[in-house]
């Protein structure tokens, strides 16, 4: 079946830095890719998304881009912030609306 | 602003009992969702319901099940709670249709311990 495999964490980073959680998928068609973000003490939320091959979706700073011929969606950032210290999760979608998910990677920020 | 209310942040019930969650959301949404979230584990589905009535099981059905009596509130009951239920557990709502992906809105989880 279709699965989400995203890099190990906890990632701990200063700020300013660059960021990048790698986000892999296996999928027979053609999935929509999301990445979520959980801030401590809430559910999740969507940060960015892409329906299609070379799309790149953005948010608050973040990008990812599909990319069909490594079958990847990695996260990145130019330089975080604290206040982006959260657990990511990628996922992907495909037919019914049933998301799957990968482990999750915890990231802090440190000042 | 879309809002998914779970009843409870933390529950702590003994093995055996009768476990329910609630979850209700207030933008007249088709579907709803109950994952629960374990590290290392990500979220899994448990079961998702398309309509009021209607439920289908998700990836790990076992020892749960769900009730969907009106649109808008979405149940999930573990019938004899077990240790290994010990969890977060997420409750999620998006419109309906089969078109284009909808965006899943999740509650803030309610952390269950089963001791």
């Known amino acids: 079946g279709d699965s989400v495999t995203q890099m190990e964490g906890p990632v701990t980073l200063s700020e300013e830095a660059f960021l990048t959680i790698n986000c892999t998928y296996t999928a027979t068609g053609y999935p929509s890719l999301f990445w979520y973000v959980q801030y401590p003490g809430e559910g999740l939320q969507l940060l960015l998304k892409?329906?299609?091959?070379?799309d790149k979706g953005s948010n608050k700073g973040f990008e990812a881009t599909y990319r069909k011929e490594t079958t990847s969606f990695h996260l990145e950032k130019g330089s975080v912030q604290v206040s982006d210290s959260a657990v990511y999760f990628c996922?992907?979608?495909?037919?019914?609306?049933?998301?799957?998910f990968g482990q999750g990677t915890r990231l802090t920020i440190n000042p | 602003d879309v809002k998914v209310t779970q009843s409870s942040r933390y529950l702590v019930k003994r093995t055996g009992e009768k476990v329910f969650l609630e979850c209700v959301q207030d933008m007249d949404h088709e579907n709803m969702f109950w994952y629960r979230q374990d590290p290392g584990l990500g979220l899994r589905l448990i079961y998702f319901s398309y309509d009021v009535k209607m439920k289908e099981k998700g990836d790990i059905p076992e020892g749960y099940s769900v009730s969907r009596e009106k649109k808008e509130r979405f149940s999930l009951i573990l019938e004899s709670a077990s240790t290994n239920q010990t969890s977060m557990y997420l409750c999620?709502?998006?419109?309906?249709?089969?078109?284009?992906?909808?965006?899943?809105?999740f509650g803030p989880g309610t952390r269950l311990t089963v001791t």
């Open positions: 999620a709502s998006s419109p309906g249709g089969s078109g284009p992906f909808y965006e899943q809105y």
């Open positions: 996922a992907l979608i495909q037919g019914a609306q049933k998301l799957v």
């Open positions: 892409a329906t299609k091959a070379d």
